[in-house]
């Protein structure tokens, strides 16, 4: 599985972005799949989750109720909806695919992920 992130750019406070996941492959539905975030001097963390059948979603308290995650109607592309940007939002944003289980715990954790995508820059201004 390749995946490409888009979607990434300077947005004010409280404005609105749509990153954007898409993935190749004929299997890219048997995936679970995340957006995780790092920013600079930051390790890398958590932001949401969905699992393949798009049934089950998980979010890190720091973004719950302002992103949303979702698939797309041809399951080959996954996206984070993010409102009420806060300054703190700003950093790399990455997906990637996980290929076991779904477990809301274990799809929180980076090491659970087999592919990653090359990441695109939010920037959040005041």
């Known amino acids: 599985v390749q995946l490409q992130a888009s979607g990434g750019g300077l947005a004010q406070v409280g404005g609105s972005l749509r990153l954007s996941c898409a993935a190749s492959?004929?299997?890219?539905?048997?995936?679970?799949m995340g957006w995780f975030r790092q920013a600079p001097g930051k390790e890398r963390e958590f932001v949401a989750a969905?699992?393949?059948?798009?049934?089950?979603?998980s979010y890190a308290d720091s973004v719950n109720s302002r992103f949303t995650i979702s698939r797309g109607s041809a399951k080959n592309t996954v996206y984070l909806q993010m409102n009420s940007l806060k300054p703190e939002d700003t950093a790399v944003y990455f997906c990637?695919?996980?290929?076991?289980?779904?477990?809301?715990?274990?799809?929180?954790?980076?090491?659970?992920?087999?592919?990653w995508g090359q990441g695109t820059q939010v920037t959040v201004s005041s």
């Open positions: 990637a695919a996980d290929r076991a289980g779904w477990d809301e715990a274990l799809a929180q954790s980076p090491a659970t992920y087999d592919y």
């Open positions: 492959g004929r299997t890219f539905s048997s995936y679970h």
């Open positions: 969905i699992s393949r059948s798009a049934a089950s979603t």
